[in-house]
C-alpha cells in the first residue's frame, strides 16, 4: 500500500508593493508574484489593483488586494494590520507610491507641496514603522524605496518632487545603518526617466526611446532580492543606456 507523502509547509515571502495599481509598482508585484511570492498590492485605486491581481492570478501567481489612501496614516496602519493578521508576517516592503506637479517652485503652491510630502514621504515612512516591529521579531527582512534621479540630480521644475525622494534617501541611509542588527536590508532604487504615466502622453511618444521600460526596473529589483543573503545592494542608480533627458 503506498503511503501518503508527509505534509510539507511552504513557506512563501510576503512582499508588500504600495503603489501596485500601474506603471513600475505593477512591474514589481507581477514579477514576484512569478517566483512564487504572496504579493500584497496597495494603492488607492480599488479598480486598478483588481486589473493587476487578475493579471497575476492569470499567469499562476498569488495575489492580495489591500487599497487605501497611503497618504493617510490611518489607512496605512489599518492595512499593514490586516497583511500582519492574513499572513503572520511581511518580508519584503516595496514603497512605490508618488505623485508630482512639474512647476517652478514659485508656482508650486504649499496644499501642492503637502500633498506630494504627504504621499512621496510621510506615506513611506509610515510604511516602514508599520512593518519594522515583525521584521525585527523575525529578524530578516528587506525595504525598499524607490527615489528618482531627482534625488540626485538638478531638475527644474520638480522642487517639491526632489524634496521627496532626497529626503527619503536620507531616511534610507540612517535606517540601513540602524537595522544592520536586525538582519534588515534598506535599498534605494534610483530610476531615470521610466515610461509610465507620471510623464504627459507628448512627452512619452517624444523620449520614448531615452526611457526606461518599467519592466526593466522591476527586473532589477528582483535580481537584486535573488541575490545571496549576505550580500546588500544599498543604491542603484538605473539609467536609460542614453543617458537622462535633458
Given at each position: 500500500m503506498a503511503r501518503t507523502p508527509p505534509k510539507v509547509d511552504l513557506y512563501r515571502p510576503v512582499v508588500w508593493v504600495v503603489g501596485a495599481s500601474r506603471g513600475i509598482g505593477r512591474e514589481i508585484a507581477k514579477h514576484f508574484a512569478s517566483i512564487g511570492c504572496e504579493v500584497c498590492l496597495s494603492s488607492r485605486s480599488e479598480r486598478d489593483l483588481h486589473k493587476v491581481a487578475k493579471?497575476?492570478?492569470?499567469?499562476?501567481?498569488?495575489?492580495?488586494?489591500?487599497?487605501?489612501?497611503?497618504?493617510?496614516?490611518?489607512?496605512?496602519?489599518?492595512?499593514?494590520?490586516?497583511?500582519?493578521?492574513?499572513?503572520?508576517?511581511?518580508?519584503?516592503?516595496?514603497?512605490?507610491?508618488?505623485?508630482?506637479?512639474?512647476?517652478?517652485?514659485?508656482d508650486t503652491t504649499i496644499d501642492e507641496f503637502d500633498d506630494i510630502i504627504d504621499s512621496n514621504l510621510e506615506g513611506p515612512i509610515i510604511c516602514i514603522k508599520?512593518?519594522?516591529?515583525?521584521?525585527?521579531?523575525?529578524?530578516?527582512?528587506?525595504?525598499v524605496n524607490i527615489l528618482s534621479n531627482a534625488a540626485v540630480k538638478t531638475f527644474e521644475g520638480s522642487a517639491a518632487y526632489t524634496a521627496t525622494k532626497a529626503g527619503l534617501q536620507g531616511v534610507s541611509r540612517v535606517l540601513r545603518e540602524e537595522m544592520k542588527p536586525f538582519n534588515i536590508k534598506v535599498t534605494s532604487v534610483i530610476p531615470g526617466p521610466v515610461d509610465t504615466n507620471m510623464w504627459s502622453a507628448s512627452m512619452r511618444k517624444k523620449h520614448a526611446h531615452r526611457m526606461i521600460t518599467a519592466k526593466s526596473v522591476a527586473e532589477t529589483i528582483l535580481s537584486i532580492y535573488q541575490l545571496p543573503d549576505d550580500v546588500v545592494v544599498d543604491e542603484i542608480i538605473i539609467r536609460p543606456l542614453l543617458g537622462d533627458i535633458d
Open positions: 493579471e497575476i492570478t492569470s499567469l499562476g501567481g498569488r495575489a492580495n488586494i489591500f487599497p487605501g489612501d497611503f497618504s493617510e496614516e490611518h489607512e496605512i496602519l489599518k492595512t499593514a494590520k490586516r497583511i500582519l493578521k492574513t499572513f503572520q508576517h511581511i518580508d519584503v516592503l516595496i514603497n512605490n507610491a508618488g505623485i508630482t506637479v512639474f512647476k517652478s517652485f514659485l508599520a512593518v519594522l516591529p515583525s521584521m525585527i521579531k523575525q529578524k530578516k527582512g528587506w525595504i
